[in-house]
């Protein structure tokens, strides 16, 4: 199970810090993701995280922006948000999947690796 907390009302330019809970042993030996669904758009990849933390992953339109991070000693995953913008403006979902079941990079970036998610955090910026 994952339990995302943190999200809020920002203004442009602010920031906001996301936090994914998740449950279980084996937290470490899962790579981890965050994806967002701004309003009236498709699921998005945000950024990646790998379980070892050596690999992280960004979407270009968060690039130097955002910063995904972990701590598996508390079986958590962080999305610390600088800089917003009002296109970040979205339902921001943690989600995990297995290490095992990562092939290659590309694959952190897509929505259908993860098989676990979490019930989302709204996140809105205000102009």
């Known amino acids: 199970q994952l339990q995302a907390s943190g999200g809020g009302l920002a203004q442009a330019g602010g920031s906001l810090r996301l936090s994914c809970a998740g449950a279980?042993?084996?937290?470490?030996?899962?790579?981890m993701g965050w994806f967002r669904r701004p309003p009236g758009k498709e699921r998005e990849f945000v950024a990646a995280?790998?379980?070892?933390?050596?690999?992280?992953y960004y979407a270009d339109s968060v690039k130097g922006r955002f910063t995904i991070s972990r701590d598996n000693a508390r079986n958590a995953v962080y999305l610390q948000m600088n800089l917003l913008k009002p296109d970040d403006t979205a339902v921001y979902y943690c989600?995990?999947?297995?290490?095992?079941?990562?092939?290659?990079?590309?694959?952190?970036?897509?929505?259908?690796?993860?098989?676990?998610w979490g019930q989302g955090a709204l996140v809105t910026v205000s102009s």
């Open positions: 989600a995990a999947t297995l290490y095992s079941r990562v092939s290659g990079a590309q694959d952190m970036y897509r929505a259908t690796t993860y098989d676990l």
């Open positions: 995280i790998s379980w070892n933390q050596i690999g992280r």
């Open positions: 279980g042993r084996e937290f470490s030996s899962y790579h």
